[in-house]
């Protein structure tokens, strides 16, 4: 089965400092998507960024970047210049087996970006 | 456009009752998805309907039934409700690629009290 882990419940930071969510995942496929998805307080679940496990170069998303490192089974996510509507939930997802299987989610983190 | 809606976005309700909630997707997407969030935040997959064929079941209780009428619909209709089935619902479509499921994108969530 898959596991997606997310060791951090929640973290604050100030604004415009760098913060890193970590998350770690378990699988035995070789090909695959991985995905972070922010969740604010409006409740709608917004896809922060999106990476192709075959794929070398990390991805990035303006602020947004992850470091993916394939053979540890890492995907953080770091963001840059925090802003005050980064304040959300942060939810790390892996696709539960092939196919149309679903999304297994981490335990998700909630990130604080404090004035 | 809104690209992926639900409805209702609220649901209070009594114990014992049976209620649906409505999905719908105009991505052209293949797949749908119903999610259950929980009070602790913690997301997980109940269903999904691949060109109108139920793809899994976990382990989700039979009041639960979901119904595609077509491949942009996805309709979930819980019967006898109890007072565990508060949460949040939230439906989900995606396409379906060769390296597994694309970006998933989540309906506004429907928040579902059972009194």
């Known amino acids: 089965a898959q596991t997606v882990t997310q060791s951090q419940p929640e973290m604050s930071v100030q604004e415009a400092e760098t913060v890193t969510l970590s998350c770690t995942y378990d699988?035995?496929?070789?090909?695959?998507?991985l995905f972070w998805y922010k969740q604010p307080p409006s409740r709608q679940m917004i896809l922060v960024i999106r990476?192709?496990?075959?794929?070398?170069q990390n991805a990035t998303e303006n602020r947004f970047s992850v470091n993916f490192q394939k053979a540890a089974k890492s995907f953080s996510l770091k963001i840059s210049d925090s802003q005050l509507g980064d304040t959300a939930m942060y939810f790390c997802?892996?696709?539960?087996?092939?196919?149309?299987?679903?999304?297994?989610f981490g335990k998700g983190t909630h990130l604080i970006i404090q004035p | 456009d809104t690209a992926v809606s639900q409805t209702p976005k609220y649901l209070v309700t009594q114990m014992g009752n049976d209620k649906s909630i409505k999905c719908e997707q105009n991505?052209?997407?293949?797949?749908m998805y119903w999610y259950k969030q929980d009070s602790k935040k913690f997301l997980k997959i109940m269903f999904s309907?691949?060109?109108?064929?139920?793809?899994i079941n976990e382990t989700v209780p039979n009041r639960f039934s979901p119904k595609s009428p077509d491949k942009a619909h996805l309709n979930l209709h819980i019967n006898s409700l109890e007072l565990g089935d508060s949460a949040v619902y939230f439906c989900?479509?995606?396409?379906?690629?060769?390296?597994?499921?694309?970006?998933?994108?989540f309906g506004p969530g429907t928040r579902l009290t059972v009194l």
């Open positions: 309907y691949n060109n109108k064929e139920l793809i």
């Open positions: 991505l052209g997407h293949d797949t």
């Open positions: 997802a892996f696709p539960s087996g092939g196919g149309a299987d679903g999304l297994t």
């Open positions: 989900a479509s995606s396409q379906v690629l060769a390296g597994g499921s694309d970006t998933q994108y």
């Open positions: 990476q192709e496990a075959y794929k070398q």
């Open positions: 699988t035995s496929e070789n090909n695959y998507y």
